[in-house]
């Protein structure tokens, strides 16, 4: 499988020399083409930090970034916005839909504003919408949808523009445990189905045990890593609570 995201040696340390807080403490780890891939962690172990370094919202101390073989630390900062919108993909907790367009034109938007075949952006639009089984609400506004529809119109955003990467920011994190659930499965189909490369910070289990493997955090460094393999989703999930005791996570 072809590396999408690969992180060597990084480093990222707040404060000055007599103060200094070692976010993230010499982090390697590699996730390939397809993966769906779970950062879980204590608060302050890391995690969000990391997220941020990869989203190139926060620039590292020190070690590499690879995104299909580019080393974002090197990227200039007038590049970095071209960057995003070429790579990446987020999701995040609160969907960031604008309520003044429709759901069709917040697919849209990353498209148009970038001025990507925007003779193709109705097809497009299209194409996704029918994979996750939005096309019947797309001239609707998003105070008119339901919140699972909104969830699928933040998924169809994310993937419209064939990101390497998708992030995703504890996504469950402002909902109930129904609608968690839907977003849930839905990561999971765009995973599975529309071979979406996937990488999740959370602090919840039940997240979790959707993904494929998980990399646990501690003081900024890598605790444990687990994987899904052929185990059932229960049974994951249990293998996951054991690690987060012995971890002493929340």
Not at 55 to 64: A, E, L, Q, W, Y
Not at 107 to 131: F, G, H, P, T, Y
Not at 163 to 187: V, W
């Amino acid at each position: 499988m072809k590396e999408i995201l690969k992180i060597t040696h990084l480093k990222k340390y707040y404060g000055s020399k007599n103060n200094i807080t070692k976010a993230i403490n010499d982090l390697s780890f590699t996730i390939n083409e397809q993966e769906f891939v779970a950062i879980m962690g204590a608060s302050g172990s890391g995690k969000s930090t990391l997220l941020n370094c990869i989203s190139t919202i926060d620039r590292v101390t020190s070690g590499n970034i690879y995104v299909d073989n580019l080393d974002i630390t090197e990227v200039k900062e007038d590049e970095l916005a071209l960057f995003r919108r070429k790579n990446l993909g987020f999701i995040f907790q609160d969907f960031n839909l604008l309520d003044t367009l429709t759901i069709e034109e917040n697919i849209a938007l990353s498209r148009i504003i970038n001025k990507l075949d925007v003779e193709k952006i109705d097809e497009q639009v299209l194409e996704i919408a029918e994979k996750l089984g939005i096309k019947d609400i797309l001239k609707k506004y998003p105070y008119e949808v339901s919140g699972v529809q909104k969830q699928r119109c933040a998924c169809a955003r994310a993937l419209i523009n064939k990101p390497k990467l998708i992030l995703a920011d504890e996504p469950t994190g402002a909902l109930d445990s129904k609608n968690a659930r839907l977003l849930l499965e839905t990561l999971e189909e765009m995973n599975k189905n529309l071979h979406a490369t996937i990488l999740m910070v959370t602090h919840d289990a039940f997240s979790a045990s959707f993904c494929k493997r998980i990399l646990f955090l501690k003081d900024g460094r890598i605790f444990n890593e687990i994987h899904k393999g052929e185990k059932s989703r229960k049974e994951f999930y249990e293998e996951i609570l054991d690690v987060l005791t012995l971890l002493g996570g929340e």
